[in-house]
């Protein structure tokens, strides 16, 4: 199998789909970082 350098159209096509979610994680855990301090 070979490897390739570039992400293929599936993976970026997951990667789109998924960024909502982990900004939405990032946020979440922000907001708990910051209330801590």
């Known amino acids: 199998m070979q490897?390739?350098?570039y992400?293929?159209?599936n993976q970026?096509?997951?990667?789109l789909w998924e960024l909502?979610?982990?900004t939405?994680?990032?946020?979440?855990i922000f907001i708990q970082v910051s209330?801590?301090?």
């Open 35 to 37: 209330d801590k301090s």
């Open 20 to 22: 909502p979610h982990l």
């Open 12 to 15: 970026k096509r997951r990667f």
């Open 3 to 5: 490897k390739s350098r």
């Open 24 to 28: 939405k994680r990032l946020k979440t």
């Open 7 to 9: 992400p293929t159209a």
